[in-house]
């Protein structure tokens, strides 16, 4: 069965430090993997990672792929309250049909202290 | 880019009564509209897949005629929750296939 694991699945930070978030999976026909940043509302597209060994970055955060550990960080540099939020992983699968449902993972909640 | 317009952001209504929540795509169509349900401090899961012009497709566990979706052109797919109980309060959330376009959630207390 498909799978995707983040792990923490919680973190308390104080503002300054930097993070890094997993996530893993375990996926028949990997296409990509997506990260998202969710307050209390709909999640927000972070990045979209296809291919192993490149660096995905947005201002402080970053995230790149490892096709071969089957695995992905997620980043987050100089942390600031503004950081917290629940973070997810998603996998993106071929599948019979191509309705493109995501595999998500449980999510990493991520607490940045002042 | 794509942007899915979801109505309404948040809703109370009381056991009973039915709720109905919209997703429209504004600058695209909308073949498929995925919804998904999210429960405070867990992910989202996966309820339904609608098609337009064809029957949705309810993923294990889902009760189809609790959860009515209607697919009926391709800017519009609508979620009904049907003779609604508090343990169908949660976060509704529709997106369409890509994972990069949410619609904004609509958050449902039932009392």
């Known amino acids: 069965e498909d799978k995707v694991v983040q792990s923490p699945l919680s973190l308390v930070v104080h503002e300054g430090d930097t993070v890094t978030l997993n996530c893993s999976y375990e996926?028949?026909?990997?296409?990509?993997l997506l990260w998202y940043k969710q307050e209390k509302k709909a999640p927000t597209f972070l990045f979209m990672l296809t291919s192993s060994g490149i660096e995905k970055k947005s201002g402080r955060l970053s995230s790149i792929l490892d096709k071969k550990e089957l695995s992905s960080i997620l980043n987050i540099t100089a942390t600031q309250t503004g950081d917290s939020a629940i973070y997810l992983c998603a996998v993106d699968p071929y599948n019979a049909g191509n309705n493109r449902k995501l595999i998500w993972g449980l999510g990493t909640s991520l607490a940045v202290n002042p | 880019g794509a942007v899915v317009s979801q109505h309404p952001s948040r809703v109370i209504c009381k056991s009973g009564t039915s709720v109905k929540i919209e997703c429209r795509s504004l600058d695209f169509q909308a073949t498929t509209m995925f919804w998904y349900r999210q429960f405070p401090k867990q992910s989202l899961m996966l309820m339904a897949t609608?098609?337009?012009?064809?029957?949705?497709?309810?993923e294990q566990g889902v009760e189809k005629d609790k959860f009515l979706i209607n697919h009926a052109s391709l800017t519009l797919s609508t979620l009904t929750v049907t003779s609604a109980h508090p343990e169908d309060s949660s976060f509704y959330i529709c997106?369409?296939?890509?994972?990069?376009?949410f619609g904004s959630g609509t958050r449902l207390t039932v009392v």
């Open positions: 997106s369409v296939p890509g994972g990069y376009t």
């Open positions: 609608s098609n337009e012009g064809s029957k949705a497709t309810y």
């Open positions: 996926v028949t026909n990997f296409r990509s």
